[in-house]
């Protein structure tokens, strides 16, 4: 039987007050407007954290056990301290640069999930309001798109094979749109399942004109690293969902979620065959067949050497070039400065690396050039956390199963994704796996506070221990 996200009681309201409205708000606003206005997103960022410091106060009792609590400080303190290292006694040259990155990494990493899981728990009702701001967020970002859409540039994208740039990020949002392709797949059955009448067929018209929009951006932007990265979470997705779906999927009331994501398929399916010419033409670029070969069967130590010159062997060279950098410094890094700086005052760089100015090519590298192995082992510990709660999830009823399947193919498409771009500290990012994120760590919240009234689907195997 499918459970219901119908409000639990009154214990999540009474322990909050008018805080659970303005912890619902700031949730809803940080997702919608994140996408719209970096400026907004902030300052709804801003009201979370005035919000969660509250929260924490107030229920110190429950939370100070919280292992995410934990890392999301020593994180926090660990960036600060390792700032001011880099600023006062190692690169004093440089110490505005470092005072402005530990800034920046301040707010990034675990804090901004820390933040979205609170709110979502003081929401009273966590599965209900993950879903919502999920779907705020997807609507957000549509809306951003479609206020910079350009016809003329989607037509020669389709049809002569340009890349879609018009005020885009392919990487980021091209990361968004396959993060919206698996969202909408793997909250399917909670969302339309047990919908009926007109409020159905404006969900299914919803969802399958966002999941179209979604692959046809994916494919104009271009981004082989996205379309790796997507189809590796939905190698992952697709059986998770079958296996641990099942019964959602057998129900009563599944084939409306079947004829929806039929629907969804035969678009894809669509898209794909209109635009196969240009992915070929696209992937084929710099011939990745022969480079990924080349870049296997090479010791990486000879890779700047061997590999050709194009594009993803210029990010071989940074790979390895940065790998270099940090077995100087292997447990703290250089700090929180932007490391291309190591770069432009190397005197040993490759040439195929002299006068280019981009980042390295890889985010989690950038973030052990910054702060070391250390400082990576926050990073790590945060996706342990998230993984630890997805798999309770998976244990539970409907909506949280699914919101753990959605949380789970995000986490993958965007590990993979990172091996191939540096981006985790920019707001538009941060933006992105905070919610995704965050909508488990909520759980793990609302368990700590009381305010989870969701019961595992396979019961506890009892102890023979007495009490």
Known sequence: MMESTAEPGTEGKQGLGPLRHWAIGSAYGFAFFGSISISLGQLFQAIMLVLAIIIVIQHWAALRSSPMLWVTVGFILYVIGRGAAAALLERPDMAAEQWEGTGDWVRTGPLPILLVGLMLAASGNWIRHSLGVVVTWALGFLLMLASGFS????HAAIFEGHRYMEGVNPWIDGLKLATLVLAALALAPALLGQTRGWGLVWRITLWVCATTVALVGIVVFQARTIWLAGLVGLVFLVPAMLW??????SAKHSRTVGVTILLGLMTAAGVLAASWDNIQDRWAAGDQGEFLRAMITTPPSNWIEELPSDG???RAAYLVTGFGYLMERPMMGYGPADPRYLRFEDPDLPEVLEGRQGHFHNGHLEIMLRFGSIGYAFIIMTILLSINEIRIQLRRNHAARFLALAAAAFLITFLVASLASAN???????????IMLGVMWAAAFARKLGWDHIRPTVPPTRSNEPS
Do not use: C, D, P
């Not at 016809?151 to 989607?154: G, P």
């Not at 641990?244 to 999927?249: A, K, S």
């Not at 985790?424 to 905070?434: K, S």
């Open 424 to 434: 985790l500290n920019r707001f538009r990012v941060e933006h992105l796996y905070a």
């Open 244 to 249: 641990f779906g099942r019964r959602e999927l």
């Open 312 to 314: 993803q062997a210029i």
């Open 151 to 154: 016809l003329s540039e989607l």
